[in-house]
């Protein structure tokens, strides 16, 4: 158990409609992270945020939005949704910011789009 | 853009031989390199990591990794395999500049320790 709890497990939803998936860090990360996992597209680093505000950007596109809160938990919203949504979501948490800390995952939060 | 490379998707291996997975990366400037494992229907599990310092990292679960800045590999070895270390394993890469982290993963390797 890495520490970094994911919500939902699993979500099936429908094209068009608009999800949230939540993650709370380890206790005392500062920083949290987004990763997608598709089989086409494999492990794709999504966003990051530090304390409350974004730190890094990827492959993020323009209908998924997120935001870290006060109490540091971290919400990936995903609107739109399209049939290659449909993927594994990952969250990750460490210390601080900066490269040579290391980053705990989630379970992931299994997306299915139909 | 820093990338990694991995050069085996599937790699099959019968248990107690030895194994190693091959990761190479591409950067123009310093990198962090990590290993992490991916057991089914769970999240990465970090197995070790290079920042700096010696070249033979030992990690978690008897695996150990050498980085070698001149043929730009980071290879994963584990000298003898139990059917529990079947996963998929991903070699990653991060930027050593400023102050944002993000890791670059490769595609992954399937590891199946048979009997």
């Known amino acids: 158990d890495s520490g970094v709890t994911q919500t939902p497990k699993h ?14 860090p380890r206790s005392g990360d500062l920083s949290v992270y987004w990763y997608q996992q598709s089989l086409d597209q494999g492990l794709q680093f999504l966003i990051q945020y530090y ?32 049939l290659g949504d449909s993927a594994l ?26 | 853009a820093q990338s990694v490379t991995q050069l085996d998707s599937q790699v099959p291996v019968f248990e107690e031989a030895p194994v190693e997975l091959r ?11 990590f290993w992490y494992v991916q057991y089914p229907n769970q999240g990465l599990q970090l ?19 050498e980085f070698n800045k001149s043929q730009t590999s980071f290879h994963l070895r584990k000298p003898s395999v139990h059917i529990s270390d079947t ?5 990653a890469v991060s930027d050593t500049t400023g102050t944002a982290s993000k890791l670059t993963f490769g595609t992954g390797t399937r590891l199946q320790v048979t009997l």
């Open chain 1, 11 to 24: 979500l099936i939803t429908a094209t068009g409609q608009r999800v949230t998936l939540r993650c709370s």
């Open chain 1, 51 to 82: 304390n409350g505000e974004e730190r890094a950007k990827g492959n993020i596109l323009e209908r998924f939005s997120a935001q870290q809160f006060p109490d540091l938990h971290s919400e990936l919203n995903l609107s739109s949704l399209e």
């Open chain 1, 89 to 114: 979501y990952f969250c990750a948490s460490s210390r601080t910011s900066g490269s040579s800390y290391e980053q705990y995952f989630g379970p992931g939060t299994r997306l299915t789009v139909t």
């Open chain 2, 23 to 33: 990761c190479n990366y591409s950067s123009s400037v310093s990198v962090y390199l």
């Open chain 2, 47 to 65: 197995l070790l990591k290079y920042l700096s310092g010696s070249t033979l990292v030992k990690g978690i679960n008897g695996f150990e990794a």
């Open chain 2, 87 to 91: 996963a998929e394993y991903f070699c």
